[in-house]
């Protein structure tokens, strides 16, 4: 393991300030003048390997390659974002929508509608300067469910390394579930948060540290003063590595005196939430009033 990750977690009491990477002439111009690369002349314009599209600025995910599609106008086109990652914004052409990073504001290019290029009817026009291409095999992922999504996405969205949180459902049976439908606590269905991690800044151990330190384990079918079976603590592991991890932490927890009744199984179908729910407190510049870091584990010798 990396010596310089903090293995032990820490309190997120601020969210971590954004990394924003250097750029060259051309990408200075789209990126923060708003500019617009020439037709046919970017990298990604004709580009479909399997993977992620993440913002040049900051390193946010911003597309996923199953989004992309051929519209031959000589841009990189997408008729979906991952949740909460792009923002709208009149043009200052009284005309065209602007679409940004929505964690940098970084320019992206623009959006379109009514063209029905795809079944969605919807067109991000974005520029080749503005994105950076990750393949799929570069990146992992992890399933957390601790409590209502909204304040477990908020404590692990600004963490180092991670580049893409989703919020959604996951754990049962009923296909594409609803917010309503799984308010019940009939679905089997947990809230959770999909949480897209850089595996050479940060680990899966390191982010199942924070998730046992940001949610109390030891509650049954709740979380403080959200109750039901879709507020349970749940971990979904993706390999064997990840298990193994659990387990070891949950083992450590109980040789503690902590009553783990985190339920850990294998990942199933994700589905996300609505458009609503994604980044709920920070797009409101709020805080989480049922999630708070507490130390659980030994903080890493030096």
């Keep these: 393991m990396n010596e310089n990750l903090n293995v032990g977690g820490g309190p997120p009491d601020e969210p971590s300030p954004i990394k924003r990477n250097a750029l060259t002439k051309e990408e ?4 923060l003048e708003k500019g617009t690369e020439s037709p046919f002349s970017g990298k990604y314009w004709n580009h ?7 913002c040049k600025y900051c390193d946010a995910l911003l597309y ?3 989004d992309k599609f051929r519209s031959d106008c000589g841009w990189p086109s997408f008729d979906d974002a991952i949740p909460g990652a792009v923002k ?12 940004t990073c929505a964690r940098c504001e970084g320019h992206l290019g623009h959006l379109f509608h009514g063209e029905w290029l795809t079944t969605k009817n919807v067109r991000h026009c974005a520029n080749s300067l503005s994105l ?62 999909e949480v897209v991690y850089d595996p050479k800044v940060t680990t899966f151990e390191v982010l199942a540290r924070h998730f046992f330190q940001i949610h109390d384990p030891t509650q049954v079918d709740r979380q403080g003063p959200d109750v039901g079976q879709q507020y349970q603590s ?45 980044k709920y407190y920070s797009s409101k510049g709020k805080k989480p009033s049922c999630h708070f870091w507490t130390s659980r584990f030994d903080e890493p010798s030096d």
């Design 28 to 31: 200075h111009h789209v990126i």
């Design 48 to 54: 479909f390997a399997e993977g992620w599209y993440a």
């Design 64 to 66: 996923r390659s199953q």
């Design 88 to 99: 709208r914004h009149p043009d200052p052409d009284g005309i065209r929508t602007e679409i």
């Design 132 to 193: 950076r291409f990750i393949p799929e095999d570069l990146l992992d992922r992890a399933v957390f469910a601790g409590g209502c999504f909204w304040g477990v996405e908020y404590h692990f969205e600004n963490m180092p390394g991670v580049l893409a949180t989703t919020v959604g459902y996951t754990g049962g049976e009923v296909e594409h579930p609803t917010y309503a439908q799984v308010s019940t606590g009939r679905t089997g269905h947990v809230e959770a948060v």
């Design 234 to 278: 749940a971990l979904f592991y993706t390999d064997a590595e990840q298990h193994q991890t659990a387990e070891k932490l949950i083992h450590d927890l109980r040789g503690r005196g902590f009553q783990v009744f985190t339920r850990l199984e294998p990942v199933k179908r994700f589905y996300q939430a609505d458009p609503k729910h994604q």
